[in-house]
């Protein structure tokens, strides 16, 4: 299935569950109201996650002048990708991390935050821009941003249903109070399972496609151990779990209730594979 099926899958799964939501909350009037939100969802979920995305981290773009070492290995990677050059975003945060977002690769960005920048050598920076360049090559950008954009909606539905709930609303002859209710619960975890879906075997691939562009497997295998490391011991604020899947690294590091909705997959099992890609 293509990333552009899968991202229809995805809209269609949230048309879904706002339409339940709606009837449940509102009858008729509240499916039609729906609809509405729904379609005006969609369409922001297609042409604005990425905006969504950045926005969310508070990123901002970066010129040229302002990051001359990062512009000059995009360059290098991007020619050997065949992929057009991205726009450049930093994220000011500690953690060292990045991602990648847009449409396609025409209108793709790479987003690193300040904590990326003052921890990588240049072999590891480069090792973590190639990744995010395999995900742009292998247009797995799109269905990554609109995950996000879904995730959060599907929370803040189901948190809006839990306030409707605790003052009455919902409720009607035809038990729909008990949709609202049901959706309350399982919201939360479809919001994850969107995130698992379309995340953890990517990470694979993005690996081996970096590595390749980069010619250097061990420079992205020093990158992650370091990212590791060190996403267990410094906070991203701006991170979420709506948001963690697009990550080079899971941003809540080790915590307990974050491995048992991993996004990513284990970084000792990345590492070994690009080692493995090395001896090869």
Not at 19 to 24: I, P
Not at 268 to 276: D, F, G, M, Q, T
């Amino acid at each position: 299935m293509t990333n552009a099926i899968k991202t229809v899958a995805l809209l269609g799964l949230l048309t879904g569950l706002l339409l339940w939501a709606g009837e449940s909350l509102g009858g008729r009037a509240g499916l039609q109201m729906a609809f509405l939100f729904a379609a005006a969802l969609n369409m922001g979920a297609w042409f604005f996650s990425d905006r969504i995305a950045l926005a969310s981290h508070r990123a901002q773009p970066v010129t040229e002048a302002e990051a001359p070492e990062i512009y000059a290995i995009l360059r290098e990677l991007t020619a050997r990708a065949g992929i057009p050059m991205p726009r450049v975003y930093l994220i000011p945060e500690m953690q060292p991390n990045a991602f990648a977002t847009g449409r396609n690769p025409r209108h793709a960005v790479v987003a690193v935050t300040q904590g990326l920048l003052q921890t990588m050598d240049r072999e590891e920076l480069k090792g973590v821009l190639a990744h995010e360049l395999a995900h742009v090559k292998h247009r797995d950008i799109l269905i990554m941003s609109v995950a996000a954009t879904l995730a959060g909606a599907i929370t803040m539905l189901a948190r809006m249903l839990g306030w409707a709930l605790m003052f009455g609303g919902g409720r009607d002859e035809r038990g729909g109070g008990l949709g609202a209710l049901a959706f309350y619960l399982v919201a939360p975890i479809a919001a994850i399972l969107i995130q698992m879906a379309v995340s953890r075997s990517r990470e694979f691939h993005a690996d081996a496609g970096g590595a390749e562009f980069s010619g250097n497997p061990m420079g992205l295998a020093s990158a992650l151990r370091k990212l590791g490391a060190l996403s267990q011991r410094v906070p991203m604020k701006t991170a979420s779990p709506t948001n963690a899947h697009m990550m080079i690294v899971n941003p809540f590091g080790g915590k307990a209730m974050m491995r048992l909705f991993a996004t990513h997959p284990p970084i000792e099992e990345r590492i070994a594979r690009l080692e493995a890609m090395a001896r090869g």
